[in-house]
């Protein structure tokens, strides 16, 4: 689909002739994914400032143009910066980069869509502003706000990245601008404050939905601690349940404490220490034990980190051993006082694979403790045969294969193993590799991350990943466990009965807000063609 020329002229006299791009090339290079689910385009356009992007929405509500706004468009996994239907113009916020307020007394930041972990890194910095960047495993260059978008989380003490969302503006899919009742009554600075405003809690429609174009938002931020220890406990199959339970258990005993913690499987492990790992097709389970052995593996492990001041972590790593001592060989705690003094000691030493895990544990370190880092991306391209690029990492564009599969699993042990062997059954079956993260969200629910990888290099791979997908979020859903988030060739699909009151909640405001549905059509609610 061509846009028109009159629609084009007019968003060339808003952003200029080189933010708009028609090219087809360029364009099909926006859409290459990890999922390998590539959709058409009608262009891109970049404006600069919150004002051009009003004034580009409100030129595709006049001429009904289709758009999809992506922050830094690095939704790997999910779908990238692909929009969920074809022929939608991207809206391209990368270039709004401005950190409009820090106030460091009441610990919030307020920024733009384009604002990335490394820009918020960089800025506390010069500043000497000691709060942690909310980090994730995607690295220092994507956006803030688009992973608070999707409600993604992170691996500091501010988790979940929608709650830490204290306030928003946006501009409606009508061209109308929306900041809270709060905001709009004189308290502009108490709602950058409190969450939850006044009246319906409104702001929460703007995550996982099509309903605003977000051009600000004000994110709580966490005070650096003085002291972050990581902790690794071993576990051997028999004790997962018990693991399960010691998970709950810490999370309720150690409260604010406990950052992230992650119960991963010896598969997921082995892919993080085995440089051998990525060359092998999927092994059976005899070849993996090997490889386990190996390399000092458990069949489990319970990896976190505890962060507070010295007296109270200290507390609370005695806490962790005297729980997991009894059912665990292995309880590791690393704080980075203990690091350095490990890193001082090897470095007179011949010990080369000792050395290299210790830098792995130096970089798992930095990330825990606020500081952005590509520590983790690696994991996409395990199966890319290019390898991956010297300079800066993007899995889309570096032709990797991976869909996120990412379930949300209720913390009742019996039921967790149910999930465990139910995905594992699936993915061997499609020869997929079952590597299987448990991220404890609360006391309550894991979400688990499942990276479904493949290889673009090889014929039907990808075909045979999206099947593995596809039986996973069926049997799956079957069994109770539905993702936390859905790729672009999901979105669509899951809300589409009207009679279902929660689904036709969302597709009436919708309506009300974009009876042509132009602004993301498609993503989490479901997209019927005007
Ligand atoms: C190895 C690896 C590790 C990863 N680890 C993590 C992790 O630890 N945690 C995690 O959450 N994710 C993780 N991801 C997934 C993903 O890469 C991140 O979530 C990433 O932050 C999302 O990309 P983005 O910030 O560029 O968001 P975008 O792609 O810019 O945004 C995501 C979606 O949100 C919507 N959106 C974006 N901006 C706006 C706006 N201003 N207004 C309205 N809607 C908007 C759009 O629909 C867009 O498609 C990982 C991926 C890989 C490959």
């Known amino acids: 689909m061509r846009l028109s020329e009159a629609f084009q002229t007019e968003v060339i006299s808003v952003v200029g002739r080189d933010a708009f791009e028609l090219r087809q090339d360029p364009l099909r290079e926006w859409t290459t994914n990890t999922l390998d689910s590539p959709r058409t385009l009608t262009g891109i356009v970049k404006p600069k400032s919150q004002e051009e992007t009003m004034a580009v929405v409100r030129l595709c509500v006049k001429h009904k143009v289709p758009y999809y706004p992506v922050s830094s468009g690095k939704n790997w996994g999910y779908g990238g910066a692909t929009p969920v239907c074809d022929d939608v113009l ?16 009441l610990s919030y930041v307020v920024v733009e869509p384009g604002v990335t972990q490394q820009d918020l ?64 009554l004189g308290g502009a600075y108490s709602d950058k404050v409190f969450k939850w ?10 995550a996982q939905s099509n309903l605003g174009v977000v051009l600000e938002a004000t994110l709580g931020l966490v005070h650096q601690p003085e002291n972050v220890t990581q902790f690794v406990v071993f576990l051997d199959d028999e004790e997962f349940e018990t693991g399960v339970h010691a998970v709950k258990t810490l999370r309720q005993k150690l409260g604010g404490l406990l950052g992230g913690v992650n119960l991963m499987n010896k598969r997921r492990l082995l892919a993080m220490v085995d440089d051998q790992w990525s060359q092998e097709k999927t092994l059976d389970e005899i070849r993996v034990i090997e490889h386990a052995k190996k390399n000092g593996v458990p069949d489990w492990a319970i990896v976190g980190a505890l962060y507070g001041p010295n007296d109270l972590v200290q507390g609370a790593n005695r806490i962790i051993k005297t729980e997991c001592r009894h059912f665990s060989r292995k309880v590791v705690c690393l704080s980075r ?31 825990l403790e606020g500081k952005p880092s590509n520590v983790a991306l690696p994991l996409a391209y395990l199966k890319n045969k290019k390898g991956h690029p010297v300079g800066e990492l993007n899995p889309d564009k570096d032709d990797c294969g991976l869909l996120w599969f990412s379930p949300l699993v209720p913390m009742d042990a019996p039921v967790v193993r149910d999930y465990v062997q139910e995905v594992t ?106």
């Open 337 to 367: 006082r203990k690091y350095e003094w490990a890193n001082r000691l090897l470095k007179h030493l011949p010990f080369k694979k000792l050395k290299m895990q210790l830098a792995n544990v130096g970089r798992a370190l930095e990330i």
């Open 425 to 530: 059954e699936i993915c061997l079956a499609h020869e997929i590799d079952p590597m299987i993260t448990l991220t404890a969200f609360s006391s309550r629910c894991f979400d688990s991350t499942i990276p479904i990888l493949f290889s673009k290099q090889v014929a039907g791979d990808a075909e045979n990943a999206k099947k593995c997908y596809e039986k996973l979020l069926k049997e799956c859903s079957r069994m109770g466990f539905f993702p936390y988030r859905l790729n672009i060739d999901q979105m669509n699909g899951l809300f589409e009965n009207p009679n279902v009151p929660a689904f036709w909640m969302a597709q009436q405001i919708k309506n009300a807000l974009d009876p042509d549905h132009l602004m993301a059509p498609g993503r989490y609610i479901h997209h019927r063609k005007p």
């Open 90 to 105: 991207i809206l391209d916020l990368s270039g709004l980069k401005r950190i409009i307020e820090f106030n460091a007394d």
């Open 197 to 206: 405003k006044i009246g319906p809690y409104l702001d929460g429609l703007f």
């Open 121 to 184: 890194y960089e800025y506390m910095q010069l500043r000497n502003h000691s709060f942690m960047v909310p980090t994730t495993g995607a690295g220092p260059n994507v956006s803030l706000m688009g992973n608070a978008m999707e409600r993604g989380y992170g691996i500091t003490p501010e988790e979940d990245h929608f709650l830490s969302v204290l306030a928003l503006k946006a501009i409606l899919p009508d061209g109308r601008l929306y900041q809270s009742a709060l905001s709009e």
